[in-house]
């Protein structure tokens, strides 16, 4: 059975289809990407899955439960975390406070203070900036402690909605090296990107989705040398 398994999945705001029968999977261990124009469907997807936007059709099974029964603020403690389109950190918190914040549902708070080290380790600059106001650093550092607080929340499955968004060239590289570490390190993702190349390239498999439909989908390699893909999204 599949981490993630959804089918023929609706999504209407009042008379509009934004999401139009679509159906994909993610197998545990798996870096899984999704992407598309803006507009495509991509962060209405994401939000459907953890609850933030209500299905008009079709079924998401998360870990074998009926994520449909899982209130939205309980997907974190079932193992389902999202690095949203914005960070969503909280500014006026610091930077060790919304990383414990991922932490929220753990006890274990010998292994928390361990796994902080680990986050750390990752964002060196986060460990310079620990006792710093979140709302006060980078877009980029902001990113980075978005990522770290869902990683210390131990997902199943971790949702990085956007994560290049409004970021300079080096960051975004910074921070697409993190998402090739994290994966490396067995934990399971679904990336919706902009950026089709960056994506593709750390990514095993993508699916492509246009006006509300998964109109592709294969191995990450194969849709980078799809001509259709290359024109469509990496300026080929």
């Known amino acids: 059975m599949s981490l993630l398994d959804v089918k023929d999945l609706k999504v209407a705001y009042g008379g509009i289809q934004a999401v139009k029968g679509v159906d994909f999977h993610i197998e545990a261990g798996e870096l899984v990407t999704l992407i598309g124009a803006n507009g495509a469907g991509k962060t209405t997807t994401l939000k459907t ?11 998401v099974t998360f870990d074998g439960k009926d994520a449909s029964t ?7 403690r079932h193992g389902l975390a999202m690095v949203p389109e914005g960070r969503g950190i909280f500014g006026k918190l610091t930077v060790e406070e919304n990383l414990l914040m991922g932490a929220y549902t753990r006890s274990d708070k010998a292994q ?11 964002f060196p600059r986060l460990k310079e900036r620990y006792k710093q106001l979140a709302g006060t650093l980078s877009g980029g550092e902001q990113q980075m402690v978005a990522m770290g607080r869902a990683i210390l929340s131990r997902p199943k499955l971790l949702l990085l909605d956007e994560p290049s968004m409004g970021l300079a060239p080096i960051i975004v590289q910074k921070i697409f090296e993190i998402v090739r570490m994290v994966a490396a390190e067995g ?3 679904l ?9 593709l390239e750390v990514s095993q498999r993508g699916y492509v989705m246009e006006s509300g439909k998964i109109t592709m989908t ?19």
Not at 52 to 59: A, D, N, P
Not at 70 to 76: G, L, N, Q
Not at 112 to 122: A, D, F, K, P
């Open 49 to 59: 899955l953890i609850g933030m936007v209500k299905k008009s059709g079709g079924s």
């Open 70 to 76: 899982i209130p939205s603020h309980d997907f974190v």
């Open 112 to 122: 928390i203070l361990v796994e902080m080290e680990r986050v750390y380790g990752l």
């Open 187 to 189: 934990v399971t993702m």
């Open 191 to 199: 990336l919706v990107e902009q950026n089709a190349k960056l994506a």
């Open 218 to 236: 294969g191995n990450a390699q194969d849709l980078l040398a799809d001509e259709r893909v290359r024109n469509a999204y990496l300026g080929d």
